[in-house]
């Protein structure tokens, strides 16, 4: 069991290595209960690799990952039972083709919570209706635009009741017409107060609703400081080239 | 100059209608056994545990390297040494089957590995279990990537069943050659023959297609 109960992920000294790549440098990362918090970095610095490390969708070869209470063992032993408390919205959004946008919300709640049909239906809709999706709730993914479909991926997650959600570049596979309408609905999530770690470049989301900006390079966490901190006085180099590089232009 | 002469050949239509239930009969019974003894076979091929990947692969190489028809005899005239004795119609379902499930667990397992790894992290993700994200998300886009391939080995399948007129097992060729053996009509009898097959393997296009229209069907991009 945790010892503050405001903590719902400590991960400590975690290490990870792709083959000869270490990928992740001895991550030390606590988020608290309703925190939101932004990651950011030149690609290949590992950011979206310790988002997957936290639902055991990478496995980690040093460390320790603990989400409310539960530590992830070896070889992702308890992971079904983290990613129960663990949403993730995927770049590619990841709708499941073959199922209808309801039946994509309805499947995981219905197979894991063992829920009724009528039950599983009343909650897709509930979250369909807050992400603005739920007159396609007959439509196949195909039939969507990109920013329906993650936002259909955001209710997805939704339907199992996380205490955190874990988005991995949501918007980095979007039109940009369709950036705006999912980062409103991420913002409306997080005016809900649910914990959110975010993988992204929109740095306009990231003054809106983060707590913390988290910078990453190579495998480490650089830098960690409120927004306005952040993108204001920057404290390092790396830091701070990053940011000349994706604000200027 | 050959007089053609259908007449006797159709007035045997008993035995043909009689024989081309009988194909039909094992066809349908060994596909739907071949599909999922194949599943099980994939599953197996592309479990994390070695020796069952060993098996599978054995299996699935020793039925694509060795005829149809020695497969046939062995079972109907080998197994019998070894105490499994089976009539003419069971020995040939068996066979059958075994021999399908080898090839349509080769087609399975490429649609399988069709399916992109985001679909399986995304079921993963949600909680579920390793079956469930086989049985649930992946099962039906896999099979549906590979369904063109798996009717034309099921067509194939039934068009084999030629063969097990060479152990009496009654369907159509074994009515046809009782037919040629009456009447001697051997032209007219063989000509009809392959009528009949075209029409079946016609007949079962239409059904494949109508249950792939049903259940593995949805739109895409």
Known sequence: MTTQNNTTIRMSAVNKWFGKMHVLR???????????????????????????????????????????GNQLGKKGANADHIRRDVGMVFQQFNLFPHLTVLQNCMLAPRRIHRISEAEARDKAMHFLEQVHIAEHGHKYPAQLSGGQQQRVAIARALCMGPQVMLFDEPTSALDPEMVKEVLDTMIGLADQGITMICVTHEMGFARAVAHRVIFMDRGEIIETAPPTEFFGTPRHDRTRAFLSQILNH | MYDFDFAPVFQAWRLLAAGAWATVYISAISMA??????????????????????????????????????????????????????????????????????????????GVESIRKGQIEAGRALGMSTPDVYRFIVFRPAIRA???????????????????????????????QMIDNQTFRSFEVYFVLGAIYLILSQLFSLGLGLIGRTYFSYPTK
């Open chain 1, 26 to 68: 001895d991550i030390d990362l606590t988020v608290n209960k309703g925190e939101h918090l932004v990651l950011c970095g030149p690609s290949g610095s590992g950011k979206s690799t310790l988002i997957r490390c936290i639902n055991a969708l990478e496995e980690i070869q040093g460390g320790t990952i603990e989400v409310n």
């Open chain 2, 33 to 110: 056994l071949g599909l999922v003894f194949g599943i099980v076979l994939t599953a197996m091929r592309m479990a994390p545990v070695a020796a069952l990947r060993s098996i599978a692969i054995g299996y699935i190489e020793l039925i694509r390297n060795t005829p149809f028809l020695v497969q046939v005899f062995f079972i109907y005239f080998g197994m019998p040494e070894l105490g499994l004795r089976l009539n003419a119609m069971e020995a040939a379902i068996l066979t059958m089957t075994l021999n399908c499930s080898a090839y349509i667990a080769e087609i399975v397992r490429s």
């Open chain 2, 146 to 176: 590979v369904y063109p391939s798996l009717c034309s080995q099921f067509i194939l399948m039934m068009l084999n069943t030629s063969l097990v007129a060479s152990i009496s097992a009654q369907e159509l060729t074994y009515a046809a």
